[in-house]
């Protein structure tokens, strides 16, 4: 059984769904980097987790009729629109697949409890640190990663909208990181010079991302 899958190309800083949505269909990243967030009543950004090429970020979609939060791209995009009804249909037929589905959504929320955690009890140091950790660990993951270097083209006023800090704020947090010796970060690439430190600095456990390859995990 084949899903058929509509392939689109979409721009930076695009709105894939909104909040409140009913959608009919889900996705699949396959190039790009997105974001899920929410917007408070005064305007204000919370990125509440990066999405990149392998994730499926709307999966609860199939099961909650109305999304509860935005999903937006960070670069330019193609993503994979899937149908409800046959992915429905093709989790009847293949258990296992099933299974596969909603172990990605567990881990969703796994992250999402982690994320919660940097924003609330770490300090921006530790809270920028971790984002990057997570981020080289899952791009190693799916091959987008060589050694500790991966291209990084999050803006300073998203690392602000995911971490819950200003962009002076962020600003001062790279300079610091860079002083330290931990990373390097040069049009849009960044190279972690020193893993095990960035780990302490982030307070970094990948436990949460439940990858099967622990060789991925121990990066």
């Given amino acids: 059984m084949r899903l058929p899958i509509q392939a689109v190309d979409l721009r930076t800083d ?13 996705f699949a990243v396959l190039e ?3 974001c899920s967030f929410k917007i408070t009543g005064v305007g204000k950004r919370q990125i509440l987790g990066f999405h990149i090429p392998g994730d499926m970020p709307d999966l609860q979609s199939l099961h909650l009729e109305v999304l509860d939060c935005s999903i ?3 670069t330019p995009c193609k993503l994979g629109f899937i149908q409800h009804e046959p992915i429905r249909e093709l989790c009847e037929a293949y258990p296992r697949l099933a299974a596969a589905f909603w172990r990605e959504t567990l881990i969703d929320a796994s992250i999402f409890r982690e994320w919660v955690t ?3 009890r770490r300090d921006a140091y530790s809270r920028i640190a971790h984002v990057m950790c ?14 500790h270097q991966f291209e990084l ?9 995911a971490t819950g800090i200003s962009t002076v704020h962020v600003n001062r947090t790279l300079q610091e990181l860079r002083g330290d010796g931990l990373i390097q970060l040069k049009r849009e690439k960044l190279t972690i010079l020193d893993w095990d430190r960035l780990k302490e600095a982030g307070d970094f456990d990948a ?13």
């Fill in 14 to 26: 695009q709105d894939v769904i909104r909040e409140g949505d009913r959608p009919s269909r889900c």
């Fill in 32 to 34: 790009g980097f997105a």
């Fill in 72 to 74: 937006g791209t960070l």
């Fill in 118 to 120: 940097n924003v609330g």
């Fill in 134 to 147: 997570e981020l080289l660990v899952r791009l190693r993951a799916v091959g987008l990663a060589e050694d």
């Fill in 153 to 161: 083209p999050i803006t300073q006023s998203e690392f602000a909208d």
């Fill in 207 to 219: 436990t949460y991302l439940h990858l099967k390859r622990q060789d991925q995990a121990a990066a």
